[in-house]
Nanobody
Framework: QVQLVESGGGLVQPGGSLRLSCAAS????????IGWFRQAPGKEREGVSC????????TYTDSVKGRFTISRNNAKDTVYLQMNDLKPEDTGVYYC????????????????????WGQGTLVTVSS
């Protein structure tokens, strides 16, 4: 069964850090562009970050630039999202998904065209 499994979420105070993991099962992750997405309560899912398989280039949505870092370990078939200086508005369920050409991060595409989402991992930033 081909799937991506997210982990690493939790409750953290504002200013704190978390590292999310996205582990591949049933396929090799290293040939895929991988995106992180999040869905806050009552809001639509949005793109957060993406990493290219071809050259490791990365993209970030403006609200997380300078605070979040996406990386990949192809030997472990895992993509990470290091989140620092977390804010209450970062609260939500975080998902990873294959994201060809990282186009789901763009307003012309968005994540709505992607299918078969995993369960995600919940991040709660609160004091």
């Amino acid at each position: 069964q081909v799937q991506l499994v997210e982990s690493g979420g939790g409750l953290v105070q504002p200013g704190g850090s978390l590292r999310l993991s996205c582990a591949a099962s049933g396929f090799t992750l290293d040939r895929n562009d991988i995106g992180w997405f999040r869905q806050a309560p009552g809001k639509e899912r949005e793109g957060v970050s993406c990493i290219s398989a071809r050259d490791g280039s990365t993209t970030y949505t403006d609200s997380v630039k300078g605070r979040f870092t996406i990386s990949r370990n192809n030997a472990k078939d895992t993509v990470y999202l290091q989140m620092n200086d977390l804010k209450p508005e970062d609260t939500g369920v975080y998902y990873c998904h294959t994201d060809p050409f990282c186009r789901a991060q763009t307003p012309d595409w968005g994540p709505q065209y992607l299918e078969d989402w995993g369960q995600g991992t919940l991040v709660t930033v609160s004091s």
